[in-house]
């Protein structure tokens, strides 16, 4: 079975500009989840999708973070303008339902903003 | 919402038994797990715990949950060097009603040969 796949694996870019990551999760998949983890911490959940509608999204901040799941499957995270603060791995999960009782993760994209 | 504590760091010899401990605040969490993250890599689910259970054992990892003081605790007998990673544990939050996994800093294991 393939896993969660995201892109790019890697992306360095100054502040102010613009980013944009991808993922797909395992198929058959309902639940999607973006989360942040800054280096030396845990995850935090950015935001929640079931099928294509947002469940939760209280910590995502929204002046400058986005994220879309059109279609159900794959989504696609955003933040315009970057700043420092937002250099962290973003990683993408997804699980069959909301009961959390397994979420496979995928190995996350490293954000460096200059 | 949910808290989740743990100690930062754990070094064991290889072969030594392995315990990493973590508290929680909200005792609503259904579920309670143990993640591994090797560098560079997602996380992994290693294990989890009911909230009714007291004890799981699968293979080399045992968990031990204490709701009456929110501790809970992943004991891996036989520490492997391939066991080197950082363990999170995490708890589930309902204040968003679909239960949303709540991280702790994680505890870095390194095993000495």
């Known amino acids: 079975e393939a896993g969660v796949a995201q892109s790019p694996r890697y992306k360095i870019i100054e502040k102010r500009q613009s980013v944009a990551f991808w993922c797909n999760p395992i198929s058959g998949h309902a639940t999607l989840y973006w989360y942040q983890q800054i280096l030396g911490q845990g995850p935090k959940l950015l935001i929640q999708?079931?099928?294509?509608?947002?469940?939760?999204d209280s910590q995502l901040p929204k002046d400058r973070f986005s994220a879309e799941r059109l279609k159900g499957v794959d989504s696609t995270l955003k933040i315009q303008p970057a700043k420092l603060e937002d250099s962290a791995v973003y990683l993408c999960?997804?699980?069959?339902?909301?009961?959390?009782?397994?979420?496979?993760f995928g190995q996350g994209t490293r954000l460096t903003v200059v | 919402g949910e808290d989740v504590e743990q100690s930062l760091f754990l070094s064991v010899r290889e072969g030594d038994s392995s315990v990493i401990n973590c508290t929680y605040t909200d005792s609503s969490s259904t579920y309670l797990y143990w993640y591994k993250q090797e560098p560079g890599a997602g996380l992994q689910l290693l294990t989890y715990?009911?909230?009714?259970?007291d004890m799981k054992q699968d293979q080399r990892l045992t968990v031990l949950l204490n709701k009456k003081d929110k501790h809970l605790s992943l004991r891996i007998a036989d520490t492997q060097t391939g066991d080197s990673a950082i363990y999170f544990c995490?708890?589930?939050?309902?204040?968003?009603?679909?239960?949303?996994?709540?991280f702790g800093k994680g505890t870095k294991l390194s095993v000495k040969p």
């Open positions: 999960a997804s699980s069959l339902g909301t009961a959390n009782t397994e979420a496979f």
């Open positions: 999708f079931q099928n294509n509608g947002v469940v939760d």
């Open positions: 715990i009911f909230s009714n259970m």
């Open positions: 995490a708890g589930t939050d309902y204040g968003g009603s679909q239960g949303n996994l709540i």
